[in-house]
Each structure stands twice: as C-alpha cells, then as structure tokens.
C-alpha cells in the first residue's frame, strides 16, 4: 500500500507542478495584456504618471495574484487516483485500491494489480508541461508595452496632466515663497532692532502677511484666487511702506540743494540726494580717514603743505554748508547734521591752536572724538539700512 501512496503523492507533485505552470501563464498573459493597454492608456490621457513605477507596481500584484492561487491548490489522493485512471485507462483500478476495506478477501490482489498498472505509468507523459503559447503572447504584450511607452507620444487628452502639474508648481512656489519671506522678515526683525520704532509695526504685520500665505491652499475656484492676489498685494503695499520708510531714514540733502555746488563733499553730497545708504557711508567712511589724518597733523603741530590747507579751508565752507543744507525730517539727519557742525568747529578751532589754554584744547579733542564716534554710528546705522533695503528688494523678487 504505501508503494501506491508513494505514486500518488509523486503524481500529485506532478500536477502541482503544472497547475502552477499555467497559473503562471495564465496571469501573465493576462497581466501583460492589461498593462500594455493601460500603458497607452496613460500616454494618451495622463502621462504624468510613472510608467517604471507603474510596472512595478502591476508585476507586485501579479505575482501575488499566482503565489496566491499556487497557495490554494488542494487535491486529494483519490482525487488524483481517478485522474490517473482516466488518463492511463486503468479501468479504475488506483482509486478502486484506495477506496476499498481492508477487511476484504479481494482487497490485497486488487492492490497488487493497482501497483502493477501504477508503476507502468510515465507521469510525464500523462501529465505533461503545458504549452508556451500564452507565455510568447505575454512577452509580445510587454514588449509592446515598452514601445509605447517610449514611443508613443504623450497626448494628455483632457489636460488633467498638465493641471496637476500646474497645481504642484503653485504648491510649492508657494511653500517656498511663504518661507523666504518669513525667513527676510525675521532677519529684518533680528538684525534692525534699533531703526525707528515705526518699522516695528510693519514688521509684525509682514509676518502676518507671510503666515497668511504659508496657510493658504492652492487656488482652484475665482474666489481663492482673489483672495491670494489680494494676500500678495497686502504683502507688496507693507514691503513699498517700510521701503519708503527706510528711505526716510537716510539723511539727505534738502530738495533744492545742488550737489555739484561742493567740490570736497561733493561724493557725500550726491549719495544723500540719491538716498543711497551704501554710498553715503563709503563716503562718510572717505571723509573720517581724511579728517582724522588732517587733524592728527594739527594736533601735532607739524606743518601742512599748502595742498592740505586749502582742503581744510574748503572742508570748513563746506561742512558748513552741507550741515545747513541736510534735512532735519530723520532722527539720523539730526545726528549727522550735528556730527557735520561739531567737526567743523574743531577745525575752525584748530585755526587758533596756539591762542586756546590746554584745557581748551583737550576739550575740543574730546568733542572731536564724539564726533567720530558719531559717524562711526551713523556709518553702522546706514549699513543696516542698505541691507534693510537689500533684504526688501529679495522680498519683491519672489513673488513677480
């Protein structure tokens, strides 16, 4: 008996084997076929999508489609004995063998014909591997598959593509230009904590501008349009004000005041009519080196060429002037107009060096010095404002 068990269980092998082998054909073929024709599918009304991916994703599932159905194969011993006397016409002989008692007198020379017919049986021959046909028509499907998708031309029918393409671009054009400015604002915040408190307000109100944006979703109807827009130029009106405030803040020349009129100062004169922070504070930068080197010969007492006295001569006229001439609308107008004033006192004193007391002089040094000092800080105050300015023209760039 187990000699008959033991044909059984290799014939049952057997039929595993094949089942599995056109379970396989039979899911690629169909797979293959389906892809194929989603993949023209998808050329022609979304080619947005990952074809690689997708193929990926399509072969995952029909593999696990087969292990699947190879997982639920079941068949029993008499099962599989009715089907080899079908095949091999033993007149029911195998599954008569299996299904009859023990406790019959026929019993064991009916097994011993079962195993005489059994062992004669070629499992190969009466169960033979299944056909390739479906697994060339398969290949054939995948091929296709690959030729259009690298082919075929994309079409996007319906423009659904090209619109989910538009509505990522916005997304994250948004995201970035959300964070940017938030980003700008908080370095304004950081960096030019002593310019005018009248930048603080409008500081706070760009946060909330930038918060705004970052919130907001992606426009679709009319309405979140709108609304975006007038976010944006909420944002552009705050950014023009503290602009025009950071312009207020430089020191400039009255309007009618004419730059060409100084020959020394004509540098410093020119950059505060154009309300240009970098250039007046390379200027005032220009003037504190000359002053300091005119006045270190002074206070030494050690002769100047002539050159040098007609320079102190037409910087006495001139910073004269240009204090009378600097408009008083900023508070750092006011300190450089009183910068200007006491450094051409200094100079008007060096005149009489040797009639003023050594108190006098010393005093008049230490006014000199605060004056320096002075320009030193408005020089620091204009460097914030350019990169103030700088900062806010970053802003203006990313949303045009």
Known sequence: MERLEHIIQQAKQRMRLIYGLNQLQLVLFWASATFAALVLLIQIFYPRLSIVWFAILWGSGASLLWAIRIARFRIQPKDIALELDLRQQTQERLSSALAISE????????????????????????????????????????????????????????????KAEQKE??????????????????????????????????????????????????????EEIAQMSKTMEQLQTMREKMQSEVMRQMPALQQQSN????????????????????????????????????????????????????????LQ???????????????????????????????????????????????????????????????????NLQQLAEQLQQMQNMYQ
């Open 169 to 222: 671009y916005l997304e994250q054009k948004r995201a970035e230009i959300a964070q940017k400015i938030k980003q700008e604002v908080q370095k304004i915040r950081e960096e030019f904590k002593t310019i005018d408190p009248n930048l603080k307000p409008m500081i706070q109100e760009m946060e909330k501008l930038a918060q705004d944006i970052e919130k907001e979703k992606i426009p679709n109807s009319k």
């Open 103 to 162: 406790s019959l007198a026929i019993a064991e020379n009916l097994k011993k014909d079962a195993i005489e017919h059994a062992e004669k049986i070629s499992l190969s021959e009466i169960f033979p591997l299944p056909q390739p046909q479906k697994l060339w028509a398969s290949l054939g499907f995948i091929a296709v598959a690959v030729l259009l998708a690298i082919y075929f031309p994309s079409y996007d029918l319906f423009q659904w593509a090209k």
């Open 317 to 383: 006229q001139e910073l004269q002037k240009m204090a009378e001439k600097i408009s008083a609308d900023s508070e750092m107008g006011k300190q450089l107009q009183a910068a200007l004033e006491k450094i051409n006192d200094a100079l008007n004193k060096m005149d009489k060096l040797d009639e003023i007391s050594s108190k006098e002089a010393e005093s008049m040094e230490k006014s000199l010095q605060e004056a320096m000092d002075k320009m030193e800080d408005i020089q620091k105050q204009l460097e």
């Open 259 to 314: 730059p060409k009129s100084f020959k020394e100062l004509n540098g410093l004169a020119t950059a505060m009519k154009e309300s240009n922070p970098g250039k007046t504070k390379e200027e005032l930068q220009k003037l504190e080196k000359e002053l300091k080197e005119l006045l270190k010969k002074k206070l030494k007492k050690e002769s100047l060429t002539k050159e040098q006295e007609e320079k102190i001569k037409q």
